[in-house]
């Protein structure tokens, strides 16, 4: 069973950084594509950022480019998304997705793409 774990979480006063990460304990890590999903309150789940197995393809949401940074590191199973210039907007339950496979030259962006799914972990941007 595939199951990703974030971490990282917390509360942030705006203009503020944080990073969560997400650990996949799996063998074929390198395989799998990831993303990052957020859910605020009483609002649909939207992608954030995402990259493909491949490292090849990277995608932002528009609401969070230039502020967001994604990266897996292979060697650790990890994926980290470093976020900077927090805003209250940001505000929400961050979740860790994985789904295998698919082209070296494409992305998947939605949701029900994703197999396997973390937790979440909440991250809160407030005064």
């Known amino acids: 069973q595939v199951r990703p774990v974030e971490s990282g979480g917390g509360l942030v006063q705006p203009g503020g950084s944080l990073t969560l990460s997400c650990s996949v304990s799996?063998?074929?890590?390198?395989?799998?594509?990831i993303a990052w999903f957020r859910q605020a309150p009483e609002k649909r789940r939207e992608l954030v950022a995402a990259?493909?197995?491949?490292?090849?393809?990277?995608f932002y949401a528009d609401a969070v480019k230039g502020r967001f940074t994604i990266s897996r590191d292979n060697s650790k199973n990890l994926l980290t998304l470093q976020m900077t210039k927090l805003k209250p907007d940001d505000t929400a339950v961050y979740s860790c997705?994985?789904?295998?496979?698919?082209?070296?030259?494409?992305?998947?962006?939605?949701?029900?793409?994703?197999?396997?799914w973390g937790q979440g972990t909440q991250v809160t941007v407030s005064p």
């Open positions: 997705a994985a789904a295998r496979g698919g082209s070296a030259y494409s992305i998947p962006i939605e949701e029900y793409k994703y197999d396997f």
């Open positions: 799996v063998s074929d890590f390198r395989t799998y594509n």
């Open positions: 990259v493909n197995w491949s490292a090849v393809k990277i």
